[in-house]
């Protein structure tokens, strides 16, 4: 015993241990994920935050964050940490309140492919000496300041990004910082006293307030005296994140002309995700047998090159089996040459049945391929007369067969029906892997997949059926098998399992008919037949006056003998008496011939 | 069981009601939150429930007469889901949602003689209603009530000396004296009647653990 004990404390010891001990990461990248959250996985984290504590312990770290939706408020606390989305339209970091990231102090800012979303302050960036912000989108709802800059900051550049609909873009951009290649577009203010110079290939455009003098000649930023539009054509701009899409359309003036002959905004230079936007609108349609028609909406980006649409027989997801490649001027195609037959449909395994009042509950494995499933029962205690009866129960793998009479045997067995289904996904890829057919979904030059549909085709065919189980249905008892305090019938009458008339008639029942053993046979009687009529009462509500006029005398007769004195009982009893002799005396006097 | 948690009960110490200074500022309420187990005084309850307890979490809100001497009630929920029995087949079947909701009215005698006393004692009892619900799936539902007693005692700690700072700011910011860690048993006995015509005591005895403020 003195052994387990010491096994067991030394392993609580151990976990604690663990549990309490920070945790060292040596991998030099973080992920941050959606579906991270696992103690196990040290390597993925929930939430940016999390993954930026973990980086204080990591060598030459890096965190990058997968597409998701993420709600906080992120305070860097390490130098010369590289923080980047892999998507950049569909990696969303919003605040609830407050900044959404904030440095203070330190060395070295890396900050690129995100969608910032704030009502206040989208990063803000509190004397550091390097910033180097880029390819982020930065929405503010018309209320917030995409970059702030406190303090003295020496170096860095913001390039590439996107600034849509902000109070103010960059607030005090200090002399050493480059603003290249960026869309300002629709900001209250687009710079806020900039102490740099430094400001090339950006895109002023419908902004009240630029805060940049243009120059007269020679200008490199929109407009000039080349680029007179301003307007950028983004795709979507009307959608919230991550539903928004700055991509840009053909003809937009930022194509071609930022930095080097690169795209201005979130979408070029380098450093610019190759991830086109996700596709939406997908719909699918059988149009003739073998066949499916699938439509969706179009994506806009100027550099689609075309679009892939994926799809498996009776199988949901990625990687699917087969493709289509079509133009990037196409949103609808029919792929034809399904396959319509079902191969083959197993039967089901029946488990054994559960039992319940009138009912049997039945449960099965589930069949590949199937769509619904059909339950067949026969009472086997109609000798004469079985006949089997058919349940559509539709796609579940557990059935509760009610109406049954209990005592009686039941036959039951299942089959599954089965029909081709096709699931379809779609993509869009960029112009520079037209000839491949496309890129790698969601990592480079394609889009993620769409939301995934599918489409039955073909007939439907039903397997064999299941092994069959037989059993009865009987009423089952529960431990302890407690009264129930409501009078049924007077609690659906007057409405209430509290109201006095019935809390009379519950009292007399205690007191009267729980005492002795033919009143408890008549409470015994009452529950079996009580909800029945309590059922139909609550069914026709036009009843409640007729019954509660009814139950008028028995309740006056449950309040008498509730709350009545003795004293009081009693005199009823001898009036009552008196009366009975009364009566009886006068009908024998009529009888022997007397006068009323 | 019932039998050693009702010689704990009473084997406590004689407490001194007139211990503590009166005249001094002192806490006249507390609060309490706890929850732990709950095992009923049904025969064969693992048979249907699986395990011989169930989980229960109560509070309770009481003036405090005087240091020593409160007055006060207490809402509870237990909650366990099981089968019943199929006669006939001879076993259990089906599925029981079980539901009680005791209230209690409590007299509460502690120990306490000092407001920095680590370890206070306490017992106490009083009336109890139990509201009880069971749910027989695809059956019936039986609801109901059941009057009773109850006693309880237990220990508390006083936290406020492992974390003097934490205390301070409690009581300047919500007003909170003192807060307690404790644990109690607690013997509950209301009797309701069955179908088959006898009674059964809905009560049990509880194991419970959590945290008592006083303001």
Redesign the interface.
């Known amino acids: 015993m003195r052994t387990r004990h010491a096994i067991v404390l030394s392993f609580s010891i151990l976990i604690l241990l663990i549990t309490s001990s920070p945790r060292i990461v040596q991998a030099a990248t973080l992920t941050v994920s959606k579906s991270c959250g696992s103690a196990l996985n040290v390597n993925c984290f929930a939430s940016i935050s999390a993954a930026v504590s973990a980086a204080s312990n990591t060598t030459s770290p890096s965190i990058v964050i997968e597409a998701g939706t993420y709600t906080e408020s992120v305070s860097l606390t390490v130098d010369n940490l590289p923080i980047s989305g892999t998507e950049t339209a569909r990696t969303v970091l919003q605040s609830a309140s407050g900044p959404a990231i904030t440095a203070n102090g330190l060395g070295t800012v890396n900050i690129s492919k995100l969608t910032i979303v704030s009502t206040s302050v989208g990063i803000q960036l509190t004397g550091v000496s390097s910033a180097n912000i880029s390819n982020n989108v930065f929405f503010g709802s018309g209320k917030a300041t995409a970059i702030e800059f406190q303090g003295a900051s020496s170096s860095g550049t913001i390039s590439n990004n996107t600034f849509f609909q902000n109070l103010t873009a960059i607030s005090s951009p200090p002399t050493g910082i480059l603003i290249q290649s960026n869309i300002f577009s629709q900001n209250s203010t687009a710079l806020s006293s900039p102490q740099t110079t430094n400001i090339t290939y950006n895109d002023f455009d419908a902004n009240p307030n630029n805060g940049y003098t243009f120059l007269p000649t020679g200008d490199t930023n929109i407009p000039n005296s080349i680029v007179a539009a301003t307007n950028p054509k983004f795709v979507n701009p009307s959608s919230p994140p991550p539903g928004m899409d700055l991509h840009l359309q053909q003809g937009s003036p930022c194509i071609g002309n930022g930095f080097s002959g690169t795209d201005i905004g979130a979408y070029g230079g380098a450093g610019a995700d190759t991830i086109p936007f996700i596709i939406s609108g997908v719909a699918l349609s059988s149009p003739s047998s073998g066949s499916v028609s699938v439509d969706w909406s179009p994506n806009n980006a100027y550099n689609i090159g075309g679009y892939n649409v994926y799809y498996s027989l009776n199988r949901s997801g990625a990687p699917y089996d087969s493709k289509a490649t079509l133009a990037s001027s196409v949103t609808s195609t029919v792929i034809s040459g399904l396959s319509e037959a079902v191969e083959s449909v197993s039967a089901p395994v029946l488990n054994k049945l ?6 049997l509950f039945a449960s099965w494995s589930a069949v590949p391929a199937a769509t619904d499933y059909l339950l067949h029962y026969t009472d086997t205690s109609i000798v004469s007369s079985a006949t089997t009866t058919t349940i559509h129960v539709g796609n579940t793998t557990s059935y ?1 067969l ?1 109406g049954l009479i209990n ?1 009686h045997y039941y036959l039951i067995t299942v089959s599954a029906l089965a029909q081709n289904t096709y699931f379809f996904s779609v993509t869009a890829f960029d112009s520079t892997v037209v000839g491949a057919g496309g890129g790698t979904p969601g990592v480079s030059h394609e889009s993620n997949y769409s939301a995934e549909q599918s489409i039955p085709i073909g007939s439907t065919v039903e397997g064999p059926l299941s092994n069959s189980q037989t ?2 249905p ?13 009078c049924f019938i007077a609690t659906a009458a007057y409405g209430h ?1 509290s109201a006095s008339q019935v809390q009379a008639l519950r009292e007399f029942r ?1 007191r009267y008919l ?1 005492t002795n ?1 033919p009143g ?1 046979a008549f409470v ?1 009687w009452y ?1 079996r037949v009580g ?1 029945g009529g309590a059922e139909f009462i609550n069914a026709h509500p036009w009843l409640k006056p007729a019954v509660r006029m009814a139950l008028m005398p028995a309740v006056g007769g449950a309040l008498f003998m509730t709350r009545a004195s003795a004293l009081a009982k009693a005199l009823t009893l001898v009036s009552a008496g008196l009366l009975v002799f009364a009566l009886h005396a006068r009908k024998k006097l009529l009888h022997a011939g007397g006068k009323r | 069981m019932k039998k050693s948690i009702l010689i704990l009960l009473f084997s406590f110490f004689p407490v001194v009601v007139f211990a503590a200074g009166s005249d001094q500022e002192r806490p006249h309420w507390s609060l309490e939150i706890k929850g732990g187990r709950f095992y009923p005084d ?1 025969s ?2 693992s ?2 429930y699986g395990k011989d307890y169930t989980g229960e979490y109560a509070g309770s809100l009481a003036y405090k007469i005087t240091r020593q001497i409160e007055v006060g009630i207490q809402g509870g929920y237990i909650k366990d889901n099981g089968e ?6 001879g ?1 259990t ?2 599925s ?1 949602t ?1 539901e009680l909701a005791p209230v209690n009215a409590f007299v509460l005698v502690r120990g306490v003689f000092s407001e920095k006393q680590l370890l206070v004692p306490y017992i106490g009892g009083g009336w109890t209603r139990i509201y ?1 619900k ?1 749910e ?10 059941a009057d009773g007693y109850h006693g309880r005692g237990g220990l508390q700690m006083l936290l406020d000396r492992i974390d003097q700072s934490a205390s301070t700011s409690l009581y300047e910011d919500i007003g909170v004296f003192h807060t307690y860690l404790f644990v109690e048993v607690e013997y509950t006995h209301a009797m ?6 006898g009674s ?1 005591n ?1 009560g049990g005895s509880s194991w419970l653990a959590g945290l008592l403020f006083e303001f």
């Open positions: 559960g039992i319940g009042n009138g009912t509760a009610g005592g059993d009865f009987e009423t089952i008892i529960p431990n302890p098998d407690l009264v129930n305090n409501g399992y205690e729980l053993a408890r015994r529950y909800p | 049904i064969n309850w048979t249907y019943a029995l199929a006669p006939l087949h076993i079947a089906g029981v079980y009880y069971e027989l799936q695809s059956q019936s539902t039986a609801r109901g009530t309701a009647n069955t179908n088959t015509g059964v809905l």
